[in-house]
């Protein structure tokens, strides 16, 4: 018999609040996180805009040293402003009975900030020449004498777990997974099963990316996946509604504390709701296009009601992968029918943060299902805002505009990426 699996902390750094108490406010409220980029000049861009963290925040919020974690990853800042509420709010910081190889670590974060000045001085002297062909020997030597080795480390995607494990000093599983866009969402739904299946008592879970920078944005506009409705940045990101042209991209990162339901009875642990159900499936299609009959997320969300043992009527509320792109937001509305069943689906809210945090990528998914929590904590929705057009494709209850009042006992979170990834997960109250 599987072991229960419940969240006991949760801490986040994002666009809409550094804290989960400020991104639930501003949520409630319908406030848009989205603005000029300011990381970098984007003025040539296609693109001009993003949901960037405040830049008045530093990682002394949380009593660590600036000077320490000033040469690593921007991502690996917000993973450990994240994780340290989150571990503080789970209230185990100090507990004695805590065994550190029971503890274990599970990431879905990205690829570290590229260093793009660096690269750019690499490349120029590299093409320094009459033929203008690329000179790999100067494109070395300048790396050589550019290149800071520590930085360059801290572009590895599992930097963030390792350190993560040093500070809390879990010496448990650290893994991390980089899924794309459902990374942190599958991040989480692994550590349940190491929870389950009896290996760890807690794991520490949750994401963590940055990709506002030259090279991730230039990458997303070749896909043609980034709104650029320059003239309106708040106004940008509008899942589901009919005028929709892309995503906006953001950042930053969401961390849960996962404990076996027993422990954190015993302990007297706040317990903020349950994993019950987790689906995972590939489209098996292509690498940027959702298969456009739903298949892979459709099976997704039918494994993580048949994982929770639950039926179709009783999930409550839908927190919807929601990118506001054209394809994502009809095939996942077309997702949703099928799994649950068209009359069903119809009385369901769905709802996308999306348009409110932009896209936080790889920290997207633990993000949103911080938000499903709040809303089974205080039955409460978030809307889905600039919702202004119908689109016939999207022809679901999608809280528009302004949060509502629901009763919420079992809340969905879909978590969709590029490649085909397909993550559900269901959290109940306890």
């Not at 572009?155 to 350190?163: D, I, V």
């Not at 990374?183 to 994401?207: H, K, N, P, Y």
């Not at 990458?219 to 980034?226: C, K, Q, R, V």
Request: with cysteine; glycine share 10%; proline share 5%.
């Amino acid at each position: 018999m599987k072991r229960r699996v419940v969240v006991t902390g949760i801490g986040c750094v994002t666009p809409l609040g550094t804290s989960v108490a400020e991104l639930w406010s501003n949520l409630q409220a319908s406030k848009s996180g989205v603005g000029r980029t300011t990381l970098f000049d984007a003025s040539n861009f296609p693109t001009q805009i993003a949901a960037e963290v405040s830049h008045n925040w530093s990682v002394e919020s949380v009593g660590e040293d600036p000077a320490e974690w000033a040469s690593r990853g921007r991502h690996t800042r917000f993973s450990v402003g994240a994780a340290k509420q989150a571990v503080a709010d789970a209230g185990f910081l100090d507990d004695p009975s805590m065994d550190p190889e029971r503890f274990g670590v599970y990431l879905g974060a990205g690829e570290g900030q590229q260093d793009f000045d660096a690269f750019s001085h690499m490349m120029i002297a590299a093409l320094n020449n009459e033929q203008g062909e690329l000179n790999l020997a100067e494109f070395m030597n300048e790396g050589l004498k550019r290149l800071d080795p520590l930085v360059e480390l801290e572009q590895e995607p599992n930097m963030p777990a390792g350190y993560m494990a040093a500070l809390f000093n879990a010496q448990g599983p650290n893994i991390n997974c980089l899924t794309a866009c459902a990374a942190s969402s599958q991040a989480i739904g692994e550590a349940t099963e190491f929870i389950r299946g009896g290996e760890v008592d807690v794991m520490l879970s949750g994401g963590a990316h940055s990709m506002i920078h030259p090279f991730g944005v230039t990458g997303f506009n070749l896909l043609t996946a980034l709104s650029e409705r320059n003239d309106a940045p708040e106004k940008a990101s509008r899942p589901f509604d009919k005028d929709r042209d892309g995503f906006i991209l953001g950042e930053g990162a969401s961390m849960l504390v996962l404990e076996e339901y027993e422990r954190a009875k015993i302990r007297g642990a706040d317990i903020y709701g349950e994993i019950v159900g987790y689906g995972t499936t590939a489209d098996a299609f292509r690498i940027t296009d959702t298969h456009p009959e739903g298949r892979g997320a459709t099976t997704c969300i039918q494994m993580a009601l048949a994982d929770a043992g639950k039926n179709p009527e009783e999930i409550d509320y839908i927190n919807a992968h929601g990118t506001s792109t054209q394809v994502n937001d009809k095939v996942e509305t077309l997702a949703i029918k099928q799994a649950l069943g068209e009359a069903v689906a119809r009385q369901v809210p769905v709802s996308s943060t999306k348009s409110m945090t932009g896209h936080l990528i790889a920290a997207a998914g633990a993000t949103e299902l911080i938000v499903c929590l709040m809303a089974l904590r205080d039955q409460v929705v978030p809307p889905t805002i600039n919702y202004e057009t119908p689109d016939p494709n999207c022809d679901l209850d999608y809280v528009p505009n302004t949060a509502r009042d629901a009763s919420c006992h079992t809340v969905l979170s879909n978590s969709f990426g590029f490649g085909g990834q397909n993550i559900s997960l269901i959290v109940a109250k306890c």
